[in-house]
């Protein structure tokens, strides 16, 4: 029962997370109070991202990777990948004139990978899976995303100049759309990141570098092709691979097992 409730977790943290968007809301119209739009724009930007990361820790019913580590990861992996990625795409904005977005898309997927490689160098646990690197790089999209939705939010609030359906249509988009944009190329980078310090080879890198430019080439062509069509394209194949890779890492992982009550043997 405790296994069945762990794989379900992220839909209660998805459903709180609206319940409590939705009072916030309602106060906001009520008072137009500008905490509780702050409140509100903090709340909408992390709903998606923290139901789609609790869906992704709790392979196979499992929390294989510390809150600890987690927690780590969303917060230095947001504010360190928002920063390094601002300041970077700043300054080649300032020597070149223009930012290609294929290099912005380079910039932020190695900005927020920051956090994974640390966290993969200090980390002392043993044995340190693939899946756990897709975990802790799915909390540094994660973390990511809601600070640049709440970034986003909040320009729209003021180029608006107040308008509450302006910011809401934001929120939305961007909520919508995060597991399928950062968190997914994050946690796909993380993941064959973590594949190669297990077992370091010729093949693995090029898995590595070729998986990297690949979610690289991805963020790029989102930010290209701004139409419904490529956003649901692009996101049906983020999102299609990175629940692949999940399903082939716990198969893969020793540490996952076949829930079932006594005689649970290893997966293969």
Do not use: C
């Not at 916030?24 to 509780?36: C, G, H, K, Y």
């Not at 990297?212 to 956003?231: C, G, K, R, S």
């Amino acid at each position: 029962m405790a296994v069945v409730g762990r794989r379900w977790a992220w839909l209660a943290v998805l459903l709180v997370g609206i319940a409590l968007y939705l009072v916030v809301l309602l106060a906001v119209v009520a008072t137009r109070n500008a905490i509780l739009l702050l409140l509100l724009i903090v709340i909408g930007a992390s709903i998606a991202p923290a139901a789609f990361l609790t869906f992704a820790q709790a392979r196979p019913g499992g929390w294989q990777v510390p809150g600890s580590i987690v927690a780590v990861a969303v917060v230095l992996g947001g504010v360190i990948g928002v920063a390094a990625a601002g300041w970077i795409e700043y300054d080649t904005l300032r020597r070149l004139g223009v930012l290609p977005t294929l290099l912005v898309g380079l910039v932020e997927e190695a900005a927020k990978l920051v956090v994974p490689v640390v966290i993969l160098l200090v980390w002392r646990r043993r044995p340190r899976s693939p899946a756990d690197g897709l975990v802790i790089g799915v909390a540094s999209g994660a973390g990511f995303a809601a600070l640049e939705t709440m970034g986003y939010a909040l320009t729209a609030l003021v180029t608006s100049k107040g308008d509450l359906i302006v910011v809401e249509e934001t929120l939305l988009f961007r909520g919508l759309t995060a597991p399928a944009a950062h968190l997914s190329w994050t946690g796909l980078a993380a993941g064959a990141l973590f594949a190669l310090a297990a077992a370091p080879s010729a093949r693995r890198w090029l898995v590595f570098v070729l998986t990297f430019l690949a979610v690289a080439i991805l963020h790029a062509a989102w930010d290209t092709f701004n139409t419904p069509v490529a956003y649901v394209v692009i996101g049906v194949v983020s999102l299609g691979w990175v629940l692949l890779e999940l399903h082939r890492y716990r198969r893969s992982d020793p540490r996952s097992t076949v829930t079932g009550g006594p005689g649970t043997e290893p997966r293969g």
